[in-house]
């Protein structure tokens, strides 16, 4: 039988992400919602902010799932890949689970997509930067 390993997100690492998360939305005056997916999109953490929209919750994860299964970051990425393609445009906002709202980010380690974190609550360009602020605290992390 012919088998394959896949790379996932360890769940300190994806407490290490939230904790960041948060961190920024405090110093932007926001309360998020931040969804952790797995290689394959699975639930691997998740919280929600006293105060944070019952949007956000959906959306993070929506934004999470976006970024798994298309290895692509939500938002301005995903905006520049389908502008100038009709079809896939309104294509894909068909597909269960898919937003082109920014704040989803793609883990990538060594090439290999681990995980994806989905951010919402605010603005998407301050969702992003949260999702980035709790990307970087992975950096030099084993």
């Known amino acids: 039988m012919k088998t394959f390993e896949k790379r996932s997100l360890q769940i300190n690492a994806a407490k290490k992400i939230i904790k960041h998360a948060e961190a920024k939305a405090e110093e932007l005056g ?15 953490a998740f919280s929600r902010m006293d105060g944070a929209p019952l949007i956000a919750v959906g959306a993070s994860r929506k934004k999470a799932v976006t970024a798994v299964g298309f290895g692509l970051s939500t938002g301005s990425a995903w905006y520049e890949f389908i502008k100038d393609d ?31 974190v989905g951010v919402s609550g605010g603005h998407y360009s301050h969702d992003e930067q949260c999702a980035k602020a709790g990307l970087a605290a992975l950096e030099g992390s084993d």
């Open 30 to 44: 926001m309360k998020i919602a931040i969804t952790i997916v797995d290689e394959s999109g699975v639930l691997k």
């Open 86 to 116: 009709p079809i896939l445009m309104h294509g894909a906002q068909s597909f269960d689970d898919f937003t082109l709202l920014g704040g989803g980010l793609a883990i990538i380690v060594d090439g290999q997509i681990v995980g994806a």
